[in-house]
């Protein structure tokens, strides 16, 4: 099952901040966040692993909690360059691949 | 560094045509697979393959085979195309299972007519 995203849209004024929920109603192992700009492939942005672990982008944190099966992605003081379509996905650890959400659309303003 | 590329990267199909997708990577990543990207579906999972010579289907595998003959290659087939496998296709490859991030390739924009 697909995770679910919130919000599905946001529209931000340059230098604000954003959140982006990504809950799953499957024990995940790992949560990913990529983003992927109009007409481009998804680009890595975060990997959360199960215990703890961070690896990622230095101006973009994520937390990622194991018991509700939740993680949130936070740009802070948003750049224009951060507009695209945000997606979260998770995986279970097994070979399975990814399973993605559906998108947040983030738009900055200047 | 090339990392992952996809050959064609635009195609136009008649319904029953088949056709081939290149995956190529060039970072020795065991793991490939391919997603459909649909609007407001996000990337669904088709086939994947955790080495050379092994696949398995992912969520929606149905209308399609693959190959993976060479590490390096990954193969997506349509044997004859409908028009709701319009879409464009990624490929990706990743280190690990789930816990490396994976790196996609340009994608390949199919139109079935």
């Known amino acids: 099952q697909q995770p679910v995203q919130s919000p599905q849209a946001v529209i931000l004024r340059e230098g604000e901040d954003a959140v982006i929920n990504c809950s799953s109603s499957k024990a995940l192992y790992s949560v990913h966040w990529y983003r992927q700009k109009h007409g481009e492939a998804p680009v890595f942005l975060m990997i959360?692993?199960?215990?703890?672990e961070q690896k990622g982008h230095e101006k973009i944190s994520a937390s990622f909690n194991e018991k509700k099966q939740q993680s949130s992605l936070y740009l802070t003081a948003s750049q224009l360059s951060y507009s695209g379509t945000y997606f979260c996905?998770?995986?279970?650890?097994?070979?399975?691949?990814?399973?993605f959400g559906k998108g947040t659309h983030l738009i900055i303003q200047p | 560094n090339a990392g992952v590329t996809q050959t064609p990267k635009f195609r136009v199909l008649k319904t029953g045509q088949s056709m081939t997708l290149l995956c190529a990577q060039d970072m020795n990543h065991e793991y490939m697979y391919w997603y459909r990207q649909d609007p407001g579906m996000g990337l669904r999972l088709i086939h994947y393959?955790?080495?050379?010579?092994?696949?398995a289907k992912g969520e929606v595998p149905d209308g399609y085979n693959v190959s993976r003959l060479k590490k390096q290659n990954f193969l997506l087939g349509l044997e004859s195309a409908a028009p709701s496998q319009t879409s464009v296709y990624f490929c990706a490859s990743s280190l690990l299972r789930a816990e490396s991030e994976a790196f996609f390739g340009q994608g390949t924009r199919l139109t079935v007519v």
């Open positions: 393959s955790v080495g050379e010579g092994t696949t």
């Open positions: 959360l692993l199960k215990g703890g």
């Open positions: 996905a998770h995986g279970g650890g097994g070979a399975d691949g990814l399973t």
